[in-house]
């Protein structure tokens, strides 16, 4: 039998909600844990310049951004675990965790595992991450005044993204697949009638191109059956947006997009287990709202601990610390 | 006349939520003010230390690290206008705000006054605050590690939070005016439960105590018509906190409290007219809680003012910007 774990906390994912959630619940007298399977610091850290963390004035990296978030949650304790949570049960309302190596249990889960873009998956897509390839334009559109941009994509994101990065860019292309977007008739309607904004339809990247960055592509048209070569400094893909959600995807509700439906108190369906950060069903996101994600999930998952464990219809008191 | 100053989103407040939205809405091509009446940086800027914003992980002053997010709405060239608003208006979509000596006009407007805690309105209270008087646990618990501390109040918030202190604390008193607690009956029991929670009922503190620091309060038992000395470490008044909602109150549907209802883009009942920060209806409130309201509600301001703009149907266009 493998020894157990215990503790108050068990966040899953090492992003900046989780790394809030472990500020807020450490810092909050609570014992959590954090469990990180792959790179530290989630997908904020393939940026290269973040500048737009209210306080952070100085551009920095990513990974320097969360390893700040790590130093704040080592000073009050919070332990980081690197094994990968291989799944989620449930004893009564004492959560279990199994990593590949251990099980812990837990009074309370906080998922903040994430979410990744859907990629495009043509050659010099990774080469150029970061260096003219994005997948969000709040975070990078700021970088590209006067420059040329191409959005990819036909939903109601890419268009409005598109017609956010006219602010910027001196023009950009609307590359799609189809004919006609999916985006709803209004916005379609403002972005028809914005003249910096080009539509080439029926179409998709084949090649990003340049040295040391983005400098060009080459798309395809389908209907046309051909080929063509445009200038761009910049590609912003916006295909797609997919939750990390495949340790929860049984058990907790989701929304049609497959991302956590939380209320105010970021409490999921079931009882003690929180979401936070981009794997949460919401409009934005962005560092700043998933470490206000964690934090509340901390504070929530502390009041729900207090009026639970004391609860002599619960088994929650199996879940308690070593005395 | 007065002459008209033209911008896409006034602020009103700034605050960690007012800034935040600042640094958003500038580094996204618009063109904000923020106003404010009088000491800048907030609410926040009264306490000490501020150590749970994640990522700052030495110990600031609010004041410090607001300084931070000043310079960083500095840095994209947000305007700071320290002007009193008087009030505000509308002429169709249209916003204006007048304050002691102009009138302003912007395409949308984001609330984000704030709000403060009542106070107990007793000798000693401004003298030790932040020295031993604190209205908030969940940001000064953390500093009463076995020390005895005193709550003030008897609805859910103070009973909550005096639950969270014994965390912390080795003692903590619950100081309520009636015989009586108005918190829910389960938070009740497990107060009642706690063995660290002393309840002393029908009295409230007449005077505050200590050197550089609380030493000790006076209460008053009204039942009784005793007086009575408590040595404390900490006092921490949980008798209401108060929206700062004088501009908004007669045009913005709020909630019991008078804190303003908005969707999940931050949004008011009045098109174009956003809440962000302690002024918002919601559970937690703290720097970086107000902080991603900030920057959700200028995200929003500026998709509604892209789909609003060039709608024949508005004079929106009257607030247009000088070319």
Sequence with gaps: ????????????????????AAIYAARGGLKPIVFERGVFGGQITVTQEVENYPGFHKTLTGSELMEEMRKHADKFGAEICEEEVKGIGMQGLCKIVETNKKIYHAKTLIIATGAHPRKLNVPGEDKFSGKGVSYCATCDGFFYKDKIVAVVGGGDSAVEEAMFLTRFAKKVYVIHRRDELRAVQIIQDRAFANPKIEF????????IFGRDFVESITIFNKSENKHRDIKVDGIFAYVGILPNNELIESRVALDEQGFA???????????GIYAAGDIVSKKLRQVITAASDGATAAWSAEKWITINQEDENTDLKTCELPK
Tied chains: 1, 2.
Aim: cysteine-free; charged content about 20%; glycine content about 8%.
């Design 200 to 207: 080439i339809w029926n179409s998709e990247i084949q090649e």
């Design 1 to 20: 039998m493998k020894e157990v774990f215990k503790y108050d906390i068990a966040i899953i994912g090492s992003g900046p909600a989780g790394l809030s």
């Design 261 to 271: 439906l939380v209320d105010e108190s970021m409490h999921t369906n079931i009882p």
